[in-house]
């Protein structure tokens, strides 16, 4: 079955960190570029970050830049997303999905929360 699995997600206070991990299975996960998208309550989906197959390049939204680094562990088939002084705007679903020309695999999610 192919799947991808987030975790990591919870309740943070301003200013605080959390890392969020996307576990592959049942796909080549080296082969696929990697993804974190996020949705927020009454909002569209954004494209926060990515990282290639092999994971020599990066990019990132302007709004998380200096704040979240994306990296993965193709032996370990894992997708990570550092994310440091977190803001309540960041509250939102994330979501890991895998890339591979047209094929899309999406994970189910992880809820991060930013409050006081």
């Known amino acids: 079955e192919?799947?991808?699995?987030?975790?990591?997600?919870?309740?943070v206070q301003p200013?605080?960190?959390l890392r969020l991990s996307c576990a592959g299975s049942g796909f080549t996960f080296s082969s696929y570029a990697m993804s974190w998208v996020r949705q927020?309550?009454?909002?569209?989906?954004?494209w926060v970050s990515g990282i290639t197959a092999g994971g020599w390049t990066t990019w990132y939204i302007d709004s998380v830049k200096d704040r979240f680094t994306i990296s993965r562990d193709n032996a370990k088939n894992?997708?990570?997303?550092?994310?440091?002084?977190l803001k309540p705007e960041d509250t939102a679903?994330?979501?890991?999905?895998?890339?591979?020309?047209?094929?899309?695999?999406?994970?189910?999610?992880?809820?991060?929360t930013v409050a006081s």
Do not use: D, F, H
């Open 78 to 85: 894992t997708l990570y997303l550092q994310m440091n002084s």
């Open 40 to 46: 927020a309550p009454g909002k569209g989906r954004e």
């Open 93 to 112: 679903v994330y979501y890991c999905i895998g890339l591979y020309g047209s094929a899309q695999v999406w994970g189910q999610g992880t809820q991060v």
């Open 2 to 11: 192919v799947q991808l699995v987030e975790s990591g997600g919870g309740l």
């Open 15 to 17: 200013g605080g960190s």
